[in-house]
């Protein structure tokens, strides 16, 4: 009788170990206040609801999830600068590189460059390469008193010196491989370094 009763014993204290050690909480108070859903879906709040979920980990700029203030998933933000591609809001979420630097266009990272025509007498013209757009206005460079420059599409700039101008005609595209996207270029850098 009495090795039954310690074996009775020992699986009741086993059972009631393993029981202890392998329960998940039941829920977690949220210290704002606020509305919690619980690991079935429903809402809760904060009395200690069973079935509450544990707390998120706070974000962080390597886990995976574009949560936080970030543009894209773990940069952008307060993280490290967004790649070629990535999501943006400003041009400061991009990251430089070394054959030019990135501009945010249309929420996306984009490559950027800038041409010019130089200094040109009588008219010139310049265009982005290949299938690029201008991502920032115009920019004119000329000297002088009548001179003009103008888009004369999403890819090609003119610069154009009128009568008596005494000096020349220059043009300034700002170029990227993004749609063109003047609105959500930064302001202040008028889209060009």
Known sequence: MRASFSLVSALAWAAAVAACSSAEPTHTEDDDGGVITRRDGSAGDDAGDPGDPLPDPKPT???GIKNGDETDVDCGGSCPACKQGEG??????CVSIDTGS??????????RYTKT??????NGEICCDG???MIAPVVDCAVGSNHT???ENASCAKAAEGSGNNGNACAQITCGDCARATATADAGDGGAD
């Open 61 to 63: 700029c390597a886990d």
């Open 88 to 93: 943006c809001v400003a041009t400061k979420d």
């Open 102 to 111: 990135l501009a945010c266009a249309n929420g996306t990272c984009c490559r």
């Open 117 to 122: 025509t130089g200094s040109v007498s009588g």
């Open 131 to 133: 299938a690029d757009k």
């Open 149 to 151: 420059a103008i888009a």
